[in-house]
């Protein structure tokens, strides 16, 4: 009975030795009892603590070279050394303690940023291995490179892009040898754009990207010249562009020069000279019609084709000419400007297209200061019939101030409805406006509500009326009210800077 009573007792001691209890009973330590785990948990090893994983360079221009140190301390009870340290991209560069980071001492992790080419916001990882716990860290770098402006020598805005040049010329260029050019493009539009197909002939070969260009970034379009089976002579190459801009789908960009082996001087060209490119009307009476002639030549040795006159506005009308000139031919280009419902000093743009090789565009100006009728009543009659609001919701106006803003809002709406009078919003371009200049300055001093009357109710000076009518629906004109707050939002959106 006792046997059997005593090898129990002695099996329950030593086949379960853990119940810590019983150690005491039997004098067997305690660290007979203690797992293996339970003795490397004691000892923690290395352990990096960094003070920050995330830093944030902010808002920084394109172009710089932005650094940061994540430093750290080992908190563990032995070394630790740092085995790799990659970064998600070739742009983030680090570097790091190399030797082994004692307990208690501290080390570093230096990152640098290069934005050069890469505006816009980033986020990137830094990824550091070491022997210690963990035995990886992901560190992260943020913020947001403004886009730097693209510099050129000829710089040429087509809607929402920017080129380094809009004329490429190539001088004095022999005819085996191949031209190579980079065209530097930036998107200055507020949404991506994308190059869809070229227009070229089979002798000029383009490479551009074949990703949307996003906001803010630049990109190069490579073009190769092999002219070897092209006559010699002048070379006046037009290069179109399709994109998906919704401002301006087409973009075109032009190739000079002059292949060798021709005498230049009897290469023929046209050359189209105004008599004067600047007309001062002076005071023109509100409500008259004037009218307006700028007399030309085709001076040059072949025969001249104007393909286009553009006037800035509806209230411009030029009467339509025959188009082509032989050397030597003359003509006249009639404008009519309508003064209606206009105040103060005016400034009207023509922009004639041509052939010309050296001034493919001119540019024609005429100016006026629309001064009220001497006699009262007939101004007062003029305004009673001129209402609420003025015809520049009717007519040849209307195509300038309310068909180009059907369905827009916000920026969209402010370049096609109210740019031409105000300038672009937020900075002070040089040119005359007729209406009040949008600076940044000037909207900052602006409050949301007297924006929102003005461009709802329209000017309250009764001269101006016609010029700055009510653009909401409820006060006669085109805009509905979301479009007039939207208006206003954008506006005040802009920085005072």
Known sequence: MNTQITQPKLFLLIGFPVILGLTALVGVPQSFFISENAQSVEQTGGELNFLDTTHDFGEFSEGEIVKHRFEFVNLGDSDVKITNVRASCGCTTPAYSKDAVKPKASGFIDVQYNSQGRPGAFNKKIFVENDGNPSMIVLTIQG??????????????????????????????EKEKVFRHVLKVQN?????????STDAPEYLKLAFPPYSILPGEKVNITLLLNAKDVKSGKLILPVKMKTNDKNLEEKQIQIRGVLAGTDQSNVGSPSIEFNKTY????????????????AFKNSGS??????????????????????????NETDTL?????AEDKFG?????????????DKPEMLLVLEANVVEHPDKAVMAAMREKMGANSSIFEGTCRSCHVDRGVGKFGKELYTASCQMCHGPAGVNDGKHHPGTVFTAQWLASSSVKSLHQVIAEGTPNIQKKGMMPGFQTEFGGPLTKKQVESLVAYLKSIPNS
């Open 345 to 357: 000093i005016i400034r009207k743009e023509i922009v004639v297209k041509s052939n010309d090789p």
């Open 144 to 173: 947001k490179a403004s886009p730097a402006p693209l510099q050129g020598k000829d710089l040429s805005t087509q809607g929402g892009l920017l080129f380094s040049e809009g004329i490429i010329d190539i001088g004095n260029w």
């Open 188 to 196: 200055i539009a507020d949404y991506p754009i994308k190059i869809l």
């Open 334 to 338: 009639k404008i009519t400007f309508d």
């Open 279 to 294: 007309i001062d009307l002076g005071n023109v009476i509100q409500h008259d019609v004037a009218h307006i002639s700028f």
């Open 302 to 327: 072949s025969v001249l084709e104007i393909t286009d006159v553009e006037p800035s506005c509806g209230c411009t009308v030029v009467e339509t000419i025959k188009g082509k000139y032989q050397k």
